[in-house]
């Protein structure tokens, strides 16, 4: 088992509902994360939080909305998906974004595996 | 260019035998290198990392950075069948700060 938790661990939703993924971790980490996988491709950056501010959103679609409520929850609001949205959703922690790197490399949870039809 | 070119693979090799996986990176600015491993229907699990250029040995594994050639390698001896999973390299510094860049991961089979 991880110490990031990561709820539900599968979801299919059509193309015009609103679902939410849930992230959590109780390590005390500053920075929270999603990324996407896709099948035998490595996790894309989504959004990177640090101190429960958004400091990084790599240009991902407004279809998908992140929300960091405290420190050790972190969800991502869906809406409007395509089916090639369809993938494995991965949520990361680490003690800090930056300084100490060192120390900080990412937890990542089991993922959401999300099928949009 | 690809920041980061990890030999695609896949892998399969006897159980017993010494694995070597590699990676080489084009950013001179990186100085914490990772080694992801994910087990299938699993999220990566932080395996080894080093800091700037030399061996660090954990058990069974050995990561080795050569930040003179940009090549950074994961060794495995004794490989098990537990050890069957995607390697990713994911090397990291300054400039992509909470940005692991990551390889496209290298699957390895080892067979009883």
């Known amino acids: 088992d991880t110490e990031v938790t990561q709820t539900p661990k599968h979801l299919v939703m059509g193309m015009t509902n609103k679902k939410s993924l849930k992230c959590e971790q109780h390590m005390g980490h500053r920075a929270m994360y999603w990324y996407k996988q896709k099948a035998k491709k490595p996790p894309e950056l989504m959004f990177v939080y640090s101190y429960e501010k958004l400091s990084i959103n790599e240009s991902v679609p407004s279809r998908f909305s992140p929300e960091c409520p405290n420190s050790s929850l972190l969800n991502l609001h869906l809406h409007a998906l395509q089916p090639e949205d369809s993938a494995l959703y991965l949520c990361?922690?680490?003690?800090?974004?930056?300084?100490?790197?060192?120390?900080?490399?990412?937890?990542f949870g089991n993922g959401t595996r999300l099928t949009v039809t | 260019q690809k920041e980061v070119e990890q030999d695609p693979g896949p892998l399969s090799v006897p159980e017993g035998a010494i694995v070597s996986l590699n990676c080489t990176y084009s950013?001179?600015?990186?100085?914490?290198f990772m080694w992801y491993r994910q087990y299938s229907r699993k999220g990566p699990e932080l395996l080894m990392y080093t800091y700037s250029s030399g061996n660090k040995e954990d058990g069974r594994f050995t990561a080795q950075v050569d930040k003179s050639s940009k090549y950074i390698s994961l060794f495995i001896r004794d490989s098990q069948p537990s050890d069957s999973a995607t390697y990713l390299c994911a090397p990291e510094g300054p400039a992509n700060a909470g940005k692991s860049t990551f390889g496209d991961g290298t699957t390895l089979t080892v067979k009883p």
């Open positions: 990361a922690s680490s003690q800090e974004v930056f300084g100490g790197l060192s120390d900080s490399p990412l937890h």
């Open positions: 950013n001179s600015a990186f100085q914490y």
